[in-house]
């Protein structure tokens, strides 16, 4: 039963069930109506049992979060409110209009509401004689009791059919065994599916999935499940029928009289349910699938059109595939000129594409068709031949074809139209738009016989094809466009690894200078120079770090290596370093204040010095004409902060939102603002965070580390 169910959860993602357009009109305008009443939308809702199956399964979900269970669609109207009821009515409108189930003389809508509606009052009315304490609930049940057979139908189109002609003339508990003898689930069990994946109660889907089985089994059942098991006996036979008799006696103790008591006055209600919503009542029919009296060439027709249609699909479905697995224009041409020789044996055609964001077209034509030559790569200006068969096409956005000219018009065919019946040397030409999603991709132009024009219909081959040629070539632009923001954004990206590599390195750059200044004056006087050394050779390590995390981020394997050690000693380090970037005249001052007892701080050594000498370059920028640099640290909940303070101008209010972006800085003239993404990064990998607080007078930045 996988198999069905997988078909069934495919129906749900991709459509949804008809509903009667009578209903969603009225429904529509009363919800437009400010002074409508919420009971005056409940009757309305109730008289279509896809709608009101939508409604409970509105407020029966997680989303509107009931404190109960609904099954009164009264009071589901009444907590929805008019809005979200006109909402759902709306979107199950455009359902309806662009998914409406094609039916034949095997499955009538108007039978299968007629049949629904009468169960639903016979439902209610089993309901009230037998004492069960929600009626509502019996109606709702009735009226969803058979909603697996449109599940059916959909879900398996050309399948289902077959099995609804033998079914015709036995109970329809034959055509349940049908159904699962061939298709390997039953419309109760689909019924119920639906039930369960709406989030109806489980007595309703019970209910629904149980109305077929032997009475013997029903009777050990609950009452729901007995009244519409009931109903369905009664909804097929009349009073005086020996087997609702029996049922009625056998689970609710019902005398002869009061089964006929229940027929009562039903016929006229669903009458009146009919005329209001312009449903014709089929009298001779008492189920979804009885067929009513035609003559035996109508009944020949529709079956013919059905094996056609079936036949049609299936040979769509090889073309479609083809098409899913082009990978190039190239390849969907192919599959498209393969598709009209398969489905139609006409061995002339061509694509019309539009060319780039301009108006032009270009004929696409595969190597092997006998137009390559002459026609591919040609470009069209629809402007310049607005007469022409392909202008119309375009401009009526929908197909046209050379056998009948516009009404308005009495010349004769165009040049262009001419030149192209002389190519192709077929007796006509038609031109079908791609369109997808409103957009016109291009055109499919097809050389074919003036009997050939059923091939035109909507739901015809040549259509069918032409909207997944369209499909595949919106995928196919959409996956050249996100190409080509792929190359952008790399690019974009590698500008800034590139700019992020200079802002790197170039920190330890400049300690180097400072230093190398140093030793020059130091060995002019003859002093040692073994501190100073070993402070190059740290920062010429550390320029050799940074360069191998670079090449390791380019791999995406830049992890950090924290441990745990004392922070103090490691800061001093970090500040005996950058002494040598302050200005010789002493107009800077840097000063550590540590916290008076020892703090353990779990950090890379590595980052930690990249973060702090970032902070300390940051800070000495700001107090470039004189000030004071304090570093601070202090202990908190699991963590350890470090301050660096500046006594500088502070920053900008404008730039204080995106300080830590990439790009985004504070500073004046070249640099480029990374070095505080860099910051927040290192910190994050450590676990750690980076925050700033700057006001005119003064900036502190604070990082937060693990204890």
Not at 399 to 417: E, K, M, N, V
Not at 534 to 559: K, W
Request: hydrophobic fraction near 45%; charge should be negative; aromatic fraction near 4%.
């Amino acid at each position: 039963m996988d198999a069905p169910l997988d078909t069934l959860n495919a129906l749900r993602v991709s459509g949804s069930l008809p509903s009667m357009p009578q209903v969603l009109v009225q429904l529509i305008d009363s919800c437009h109506d400010p002074d409508v009443r919420l009971q005056t939308i409940a009757r309305i809702v109730d008289k279509d049992a896809a709608i009101s199956a939508k409604i409970l399964q509105l407020v029966n979900s997680s989303a509107v979060g009931a404190a109960r269970a609904f099954t009164n669609l009264e009071q589901a109207v009444i907590h929805l409110g008019v809005d979200t009821v006109r909402n759902l009515a709306i979107s199950v409108s455009v359902q309806q209009v662009f998914r409406r189930v094609e039916t034949n003389g095997l499955l009538s809508i108007d039978r299968f509401w007629h049949h629904s509606y009468l169960s639903a009052l016979l439902a209610h009315k089993v309901a009230v004689a037998t004492g069960y304490p929600s009626p509502s609930e019996a109606y709702l049940a009735g009226l969803l009791h058979d909603i697996g057979k449109l599940l059916l139908w959909m879900a398996f189109p050309g399948r289902y059919a077959p099995l609804l002609l033998k079914g015709v003339r036995c109970h329809s508990g034959r055509l349940a065994f049908l159904e699962e003898e061939k298709l390997h689930i039953n419309h109760c069990q689909a019924g119920a599916w639906l039930c369960e994946q709406w989030h109806l109660p489980a007595l309703v889907a019970d209910a629904v999935r149980y109305h077929h089985h032997p009475v013997e089994e029903v009777a050990q059942g609950l009452p729901l499940t007995r009244i519409i098991s009931l109903t369905d006996l009664l909804s097929h036979a009349s009073a005086a029928d020996p087997d609702s008799l029996a049922a009625a006696d056998h689970f609710f103790d019902l005398t002869p009289a009061q089964v006929d008591n229940l027929y009562a006055g039903v016929d006229e209600q669903v009458e009146r349910i009919a005329a209001e919503l312009g449903i014709r009542v089929p009298r001779e029919a008492r189920t979804s699938h009885d067929v009513e009296a035609e003559d035996e060439e109508a009944r020949r027709e529709t079956s013919l059109g059905l094996i056609n249609r079936v036949r049609d699909l299936t040979r769509l479905t090889g073309t479609v595939d083809s098409l899913l697995r082009a990978t190039d224009t190239e390849q969907i041409v192919l599959a498209v000129e393969q598709g009209v020789k398969i489905l139609c044996n006409i061995d002339t055609c061509l694509l019309l594409l539009v060319d780039g964001a301009g108006p032009s077209l270009r004929c696409r034509v595969s190597a092997g068709n006998r137009l390559h030559r002459e026609l591919d790569g040609l470009v069209f200006a629809p402007a310049r031949h607005s007469d022409s068969l392909i202008a119309r096409a375009l401009r009526q956005g929908r197909s046209a074809h050379s056998f009948a000219r516009p009404p308005d018009t009495r010349q004769t065919t165009g040049l262009l139209d001419t030149q192209l019946l002389r190519l192709f040397g077929s007796e006509g030409l038609a031109a079908l738009p791609l369109v997808h999603r409103d957009e016109i991709h291009g055109l499919l132009l097809v050389g074919l016989a003036e009997r050939a024009l059923p091939l035109l219909e909507p739901m015809g081959p040549l259509q069918l094809l032409a909207g997944q040629a369209a499909v595949c070539l919106h995928l196919e632009r959409m996956a050249a466009q996100r190409a080509e923001r792929l190359a952008a954004e790399r690019v974009r990206a590698a500008k800034l690894v590139a700019r992020k590599i200079a802002h790197e390195i170039n920190n330890p750059v400049a300690i180097l200078r400072n230093y190398l200044r140093i030793l020059d004056r130091k060995s002019g006087r003859g002093e040692p120079i073994g501190e100073e050394l070993a402070i190059l050779d740290s920062e010429m390590e550390r320029i050799g770090r940074i360069t191998l995390d670079l090449e390791q981020l380019a791999l995406a394997q830049v992890i950090a290596r924290p441990d745990q050690s004392e922070l103090h000693p490691r800061i001093k380090d970090i500040l005996r370093m950058f002494r040598g970037s302050l200005p010789e005249d002493n107009s800077i001052t840097l000063s550590f204040q540590p916290w008076p007892k020892p703090l353990s701080v779990r950090a890379d050594t590595d980052r930690l010095r990249q973060i702090l000498l970032n902070l300390l370059a940051n800070a000495l920028d700001a107090v470039s004409g004189g000030g004071t640099i304090t570093v601070r640290t202090e202990p908190g909940p699991e963590m350890v902060r470090v301050r660096v303070e500046d006594t500088g101008p502070g920053i900008d209010p404008a730039l204080q939102a995106g300080l830590f972006e990439d790009g985004v800085s504070g500073k004046e003239g070249r640099h480029g603002g990374f070095g505080l993404a860099i910051v927040r990064s290192l910190a994050e990998q450590m676990g750690g965070t980076v925050y700033c607080d700057s006001r005119p007078g003064g900036t502190v930045f604070t990082l937060t580390l693990p204890a």
